[in-house]
């Protein structure tokens, strides 16, 4: 079984819908991170959670929200979808072993707005 | 904000060439990290670096840390066709504690004629 999953892995919606995208992990990482990926412009962070109670907005935090349910489960909303939040999107988490914050990620979920 | 450079935004190689890829930062990092991204997943981590000028191979794949701790360099020997995709690097200054995250590059998109 995965280490991180993510539900759904592909995902269609129209303008102004709310959508949620899931993520679990089973590898009991404290941190857990949201990225989203456009062509060309790589991983820019959305949200990223260092603990259950601890939440922070990254780079591109705007028209997001997010949720941490529990160590294992890290949730991405879309209040109020738009086109331009058409990208693949990833979850990834991490335990800061050693001091390094090496990230695992997630399959992915493709979402398409129209 | 800490930024990490990667260049050109795609490459194009024949199968059984070498290519190398570099990653440069106006910041010092104490952690590198090369991640690949396979077509349709997520990244998966491919070597780590701690030490300024270590050098780690992982099969075909050989990575070193940069003496100035700004820049660290991936090779593939020997291309192969499922070398294709997106190559990332990532930086870390673990310097700043508990709160240090990775920065990544926006990526090297790698194609192999065969």
């Known amino acids: 079984d995965a280490d991180v999953t993510q539900t759904p892995r592909n995902r269609i919606t129209k303008t102004g819908k709310r959508i949620m995208l899931e993520c679990s992990q089973t590898?009991?990482?404290?941190?857990m991170y949201w990225y989203r990926q456009d062509p060309g412009l790589g991983l820019q962070l959305i949200y990223y959670?260092?603990?259950?109670?601890?939440?922070n907005k990254g780079e591109i935090s705007d028209g997001y929200s997010v949720s941490r349910q529990a160590q294992a489960k890290f949730s991405l909303s879309l209040e109020s979808a738009i086109p331009n939040q058409t990208a693949l999107y990833f979850c990834?988490?991490?335990?800061?072993?050693?001091?390094?914050?090496?990230?695992?990620f997630g399959p992915g979920t493709r979402l398409t707005v129209l | 904000g800490q930024q990490l450079n990667q260049s050109p935004q795609s490459m194009f190689i024949q199968e059984g060439e070498d290519v190398s890829m570099n990653c440069t930062s106006s910041?010092?990092?104490?952690?590198w990290l090369w991640y690949k991204q396979d077509p349709g997943e997520g990244p998966v981590l491919l070597i780590a670096l701690y030490k300024a000028g270590e050098l780690t191979s992982n099969g075909r794949l050989t990575a070193q840390f940069g003496i100035t701790r700004k820049d660290s360099f991936l090779n593939i020997s020997a291309s192969i066709p499922s070398d294709v995709g997106i190559y990332f690097c990532a930086g870390q200054l673990v310097s700043t504690g508990a709160n240090s995250k990775l920065t990544f590059g926006k990526g090297i998109t790698l194609s192999v004629r065969p």
């Open positions: 910041s010092i990092f104490n952690t």
């Open positions: 959670s260092f603990d259950v109670k601890d939440i």
């Open positions: 990834a988490t991490s335990d800061l072993e050693g001091g390094t914050d090496t990230q695992y």
């Open positions: 590898k009991g990482h404290d941190r």
